[in-house]
């Protein structure tokens, strides 16, 4: 047993995080979810109590997202979107070492699923909103304030349906901030801030393979489950080169730069490496990946199926999805079919403008001397949905980490665990930022 800090020793922030993470709002992909309903009506109840009028939306049964919009003190700027997702990936109680759904807190740190992905900031925009409006005061621009469901299966049911139902809900907007950005990773010696100014293209596929459906015990070569390993193993195994792109080579400039290495003789690859644990994110945005992640076929031991099934989670540079697709068919050759279950665009945009200037003058306040450094996010966010109106998405969830951390393998990992200050310093960071952009 674990002795809990008393609530009032508690930041807001981390009250509504823990108040989230006990809400299992597993998102199952393929349509199969837990719903929202639970965390959407909490959140919405927390924009009333703040003088809000958020609406909520049922874009299918149980799958509800909440938008806001708070009014800014300059109607001629521009309106900034600031979303999360409510919905988490499973998480499998026996590998944890808490209740994944449990919101934990010991040793200083919130755990749980949703700890980092996202229901931190979900809590941090909520707790930003209070200070600022709390205290009568107002964002500097008009915001639409947005909790998707669905974020992670792609957000058909969250902010894909609200952008194409509902576009009239982000009128005016031109920017947006959101998860997997804004957070420390130690280089060397040296704190520093990833700020997430592109993800990769989301390719998920399916291959089938099909044969004859026999007794176990038969002489048979046309297996499906057989052809399908030969095929998952081909792609699994691929390595895709290394393609840097404007952010990633901005990147590991500054990367090498602090580290102090010559980047005309240290490769991407070992540049990437010699980050230690932030190469959890920067290692995947120098090339495409594809990862098997799901195996289905068979229904008895002594049965050779027909059919067979595999997913695979491709991610690819911008721009490359047609050549990859069209590569990926020809490692798996004709007999195996190949069906695009989701795609979904890359981002990229450039390190600088305003909205940059004011993150990094932001971060520098809180946290000075810490360089603030452009990247390419390997995963994707509802930054894609957005983009489809012209909104340019950021990755700027601030949190300021220890460096003994492995923040990347937080994500979607066992343990999923976010330090307390951490929120703090996030929530923080977040109403100065809204107060002068
Ligand atoms: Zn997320």
Redesign the pocket.
């Known amino acids: 047993m674990t002795t809990e800090p008393a609530d009032d020793s508690l930041d807001e922030t981390a009250i509504i995080a823990r108040d989230l993470i006990r809400m299992d709002t597993t998102n199952y992909g393929e349509g199969k979810s837990n719903g929202e309903v639970e965390a959407a009506e909490y959140l919405s109840a927390k924009l009333t109590a703040m003088g809000l009028e958020p609406e909520m939306f049922e874009s299918a049964k149980g799958r509800v997202s909440v938008v806001a919009r708070v009014e800014g003190a300059d109607p001629a700027k521009p309106a900034l979107v600031v979303h999360g997702?409510t919905d988490v990936v499973p998480a499998q109680p026996d590998n944890w070492s808490v209740d994944p759904f449990g919101g934990v807190i010991k040793d200083g740190l919130l755990w749980g699923r949703g700890a980092v992905?996202?229901k931190n900031m979900d809590a941090m925009i909520v707790t930003a909103l209070q200070d600022i409006l709390g205290s009568g005061r107002q964002p500097a621009r008009d915001l639409v304030i947005a909790f998707f469901a669905d974020?992670?299966a792609g957000g058909v049911y969250g902010a894909h349906y609200l952008v194409d139902r509902h576009p009239e809900l982000f009128a005016g907007a031109t920017e947006a901030i959101s998860?997997?950005g804004g957070y420390s990773v130690t280089l060397g010696n040296q704190r520093s801030y990833l700020l997430q100014t592109g993800e990769k293209t989301l390719l998920w596929i399916k291959l089938v393979a099909r044969g004859v459906a026999a007794h176990g015990s038969r002489y048979i070569q046309d297996n499906a489950v057989t052809k399908l390993a030969e095929a998952v193993a081909k792609i699994g195994r691929r390595e895709w080169p290394i393609r840097l792109t404007e952010t990633t080579t901005a990147l590991l400039a500054e990367v090498a730069r602090i580290l102090g290495k010559d980047p005309e003789k240290v490769g991407p690859d070992e540049l990437a490496i010699a980050t230690g644990t932030a190469a959890g994110f920067i290692r995947a945005t120098l090339r495409t990946t594809s990862n098997p992640t799901l195996l289905s076929a068979g229904y008895k031991h002594n049965v050779i199926p027909d059919t067979a099934e595999a997913l695979i989670d491709i991610r690819t540079l911008p721009g490359e999805e047609d050549a990859v697709l069209a590569e990926v068919a020809d490692l798996v050759g004709p007999d195996i079919e190949v069906v695009v279950v989701h795609r979904d665009v890359g981002l990229e945009t450039s390190f600088d403008g305003p909205l940059i200037e004011a993150m990094i003058a932001t971060l520098n306040e809180h946290d000075p001397g810490a360089p603030v450094l452009p990247y390419l996010l390997s995963?994707g966010?509802d930054n894609k949905a957005l983009s489809k109106l012209g909104i340019t998405g950021y990755g700027f969830a601030p949190l300021k980490l220890p460096a003994e951390l492995d923040f990347p393998a937080m994500?979607h990992g066992v343990d999923e665990r976010v330090p307390l200050d951490a929120l703090v310093f996030g929530r923080r960071v977040l109403t100065d930022l809204l107060l002068n952009y």
């Open positions: 997702h992905d996202m974020e992670e998860e997997v995963g966010t994500f």
